[in-house]
């Protein structure tokens, strides 16, 4: 089985730019995760998704970031404008999550860096 | 305020050499405890659930253990290929279920 696929593997961009980032979850989950990685941070949460509605967007920082899943195999994170200190690596993970205890199972991330 | 606390930060540990990681934790109602493998350039790869306390779970040379404030990953015999980042995560029970994250240990087996 296809595990979850993230789009770009890389993007480097300038200050000011709209960023968008991808991503399809495992077919059948019903929950999407986006967190940010970072050295000083670890990993961190940024929005979730159960059946494609928005649950818990506490993590996202600021007015900037904005998250979208218009279908349950899709779900786009979008930064603008962007700044240099979004510079991470994004995460999408997927669970089928029902009473929880599921695992997340993770793609291998997007590299951000914002020039 | 859930939280996960991992320690140490980095381990060195030559081939052979046994030893444990530490993961502790605050959270309301318990739905899970993750353990996650991490390489460089890639995303964290789920290794165990663990549910409840004495509850304990095994894979090659690792072992995974559970308290009711604490989880103990166990590498017994490392070799290099363990080498990676090790995280912890814990779901809570209750508000919106969502995973909180440790900052992982960074573990290195020397050959």
């Known amino acids: 089985d296809a595990g979850v696929i993230q789009s770009p593997r890389h993007e480097v961009t300038e200050m000011g730019q709209e960023v968008t980032l991808r991503c399809k979850p495992i077919?059948?989950?019903?929950?999407l995760f986006w967190y940010r990685q970072t050295m000083m941070r670890g990993l961190e949460l940024l929005i979730y998704f159960n059946n494609n509605v928005p649950i818990d967007d506490s993590g996202m920082p600021e007015d900037r970031f904005s998250a979208k899943m218009p279908n349950a195999s899709f779900s786009t994170l979008k930064i603008q404008p962007s700044e240099p200190r979004d510079s991470a690596v994004y995460f999408c993970?997927?669970?089928?999550?029902?009473?929880?205890?599921?695992?997340?199972?993770f793609g291998d991330g997007t590299r951000l860096s914002i020039l | 305020e859930d939280q996960v606390t991992q320690s140490p930060e980095a381990l060195r540990l030559q081939e052979g050499e046994s030893s444990s990681l530490n993961c502790s934790y605050t959270?309301?109602?318990?739905?899970?405890l993750f353990w996650y493998r991490q390489d460089p350039g890639k995303g964290p790869e789920f290794l165990f659930t663990l549910y409840s306390a004495g509850e304990e779970k095994e894979k090659e040379r690792l072992k995974a253990t559970l308290t009711k404030k604490e989880s103990f990953l166990h590498i017994t015999a490392p070799k290099p290929e363990d080498s990676a980042t090790y995280l912890c995560a814990v779901q809570a029970g209750t508000g919106t279920y969502k995973y909180i994250f440790g900052t992982g240990t960074r573990l290195k087996v020397l050959a």
């Open positions: 993970a997927s669970s089928f999550m029902i009473t929880g205890g599921q695992p997340q199972h």
């Open positions: 077919s059948g989950h019903n929950s």
């Open positions: 959270v309301s109602g318990l739905r899970g």
